[in-house]
């Protein structure tokens, strides 16, 4: 059975570099990356750095994030940032990379908020390429 809350029982996570070629894209990955979404990803780690680790599982396997790790092998960088997800079984990882990349998918936005900030963005005299956002075109 498993723990309900496993936070408290496990040790704290430690992002760890790796190198990209000693990752394995799981099998089992059911989520698809088009060309396009993998150049939206590469545009965002250029401009803001790897700021997500790939949860891999102890034998490097990754759980989620095979877009990043796609990005990473298109901009030939030597390694990136992990976090290992140990102590779940073959069937949690399995779940755990279907939550990952389904959750997001279930949030909104507000609205105004959203409108509010791409607004003061635009305005702001800063080097930002609001398209990064996929909210706004570059044009």
């Known amino acids: 059975m498993l723990d ?3 936070a ?3 040790p ?3 992002v760890v570099y790796r190198p990209v070629e000693s990752l394995a894209p799981s099998r089992r990955n059911a989520r698809t990356h088009p060309k396009r979404q993998v150049e939206q990803i590469v545009a965002s780690i250029q401009a803001f750095g790897f700021t997500n680790p790939i949860p891999i599982d102890p034998d490097g396997t990754v759980i989620a994030g095979h877009g990043r790790l796609l990005a990473a092998k298109e901009m030939a960088l030597a390694e990136v940032p ?3 997800i140990e102590g779940l079984s073959e069937a949690q990882n399995r779940a755990l990379r279907l939550a990952d990349n389904k959750i ?3 949030a909104g ?3 105004e908020l959203l409108k509010l900030e791409l607004g003061e963005l635009a305005v702001l005299d800063v080097e930002i390429d609001l398209s990064l956002s996929r909210f706004a075109s570059s044009r």
């Open 109 to 111: 936005w507000d609205v």
């Open 82 to 84: 992990t976090i290992t």
């Open 104 to 106: 997001a998918l279930s």
């Open 12 to 14: 704290p996570l430690s």
């Open 4 to 6: 309900p809350n496993p």
């Open 8 to 10: 408290t029982t496990k």
